[in-house]
T-cell receptor, first 116, second 112 residues
Framework: DQQVKQNSPSLSVQEGRISILNCDYT??????FLWYKKYPAEGPTFLIS?????DKNEDGRFTVFLNKSAKHLSLHIVPSQPGDSAVYFC???????????????FGKGTLLTVNP | SQTIHQWPATLVQPVGSPLSLECTVE??????LYWYRQAAGRGLQLLFY??????ISSEVPQNLSASRPQDRQFILSSKKLLLSDSGFYLC???????????FGPGTRLTVT
């Protein structure tokens, strides 16, 4: 049962344009969402996150939008740069579950290619 | 600042051989520690996590085990490797009262 889904395995965009990466989740108990970026043969790096009490969070060129009713979030990268080419993972967790053993549930990732 | 180390970076092992992967964290105390595996074409699968010394929780029944002998050390082991154990193994940590996990550089394991 895949609770976090990234239905697009790959996305290709032109440099300078907007990249939109999508993520859907099925577990309504998730209340905190994260995006990670991963280069080949490296560990993922944390990019941006959003709590379920918000519908938007922005950090420089990166903006995450959350639509709780649709159980959908998206990552927008504007403008896209060739260095953004990587695999992007969406992750979700229950922040308010109590305790300290937070576990992240990851999607399968989307490979973004930004063409010069 | 906090740093997470993993070794070895790459490993080629025959089927049936033992495995020991090590992860250490610097610059923090009492972190939560996690082992993930990324198999070819798959997402990140949580294997084990630990909230303290000697405390291990297993997420997926498998051929692997984990131990936490020291506060900032997390070890992934196997007595006999299977072909299906091949993958990219990642260690991650999280500080107290935080949510974002930070990952190590990973170990590429190929079982032949």
């Amino acid at each position: 049962d895949q609770q976090v889904k990234q239905n697009s395995p790959s996305l290709s965009v032109q440099e300078g344009r907007i990249s939109i990466l999508n993520c859907d989740y099925t577990n309504s108990m998730f209340d905190y969402f994260l995006w990670y970026k991963k280069y080949p043969a490296e560990g993922p790096t944390f990019l941006i996150s959003i709590s379920s009490i918000k519908d938007k969070n922005e950090d420089g060129r990166f903006t995450v939008f959350l639509n709780k009713s649709a159980k959908h979030l998206s990552l927008h990268i504007v403008p896209s740069q060739p260095g953004d080419s990587a695999v992007y993972f969406c992750a979700a967790t229950r922040f308010n579950s109590g305790g300290s053993n937070y576990k992240l549930t990851f999607g399968k990732g989307t490979l973004l290619t930004v063409n010069p | 600042s906090q740093t997470i180390h993993q070794w070895p970076a790459t490993l080629v092992q025959p089927v049936g051989s033992p495995l020991s992967l090590e992860c250490t964290v610097e610059g923090t105390s009492n972190p939560n520690l996690y082992w993930y595996r990324q198999a070819a074409g798959r997402g990140l699968q949580l294997l084990f996590y630990s909230v303290g010394i000697g405390q291990i929780s297993s997420e997926v029944p498998q051929n692997l085990s984990a131990s936490r002998p020291q506060d900032r050390q997390f070890i992934l082991s196997s007595k006999k490797l299977l072909l299906s154990d091949s993958g990219f193994y990642l260690c991650a940590w999280i500080g107290s009262a935080a949510i974002e996990q930070y990952f190590g550089p990973g170990t590429r394991l190929t079982v032949t």
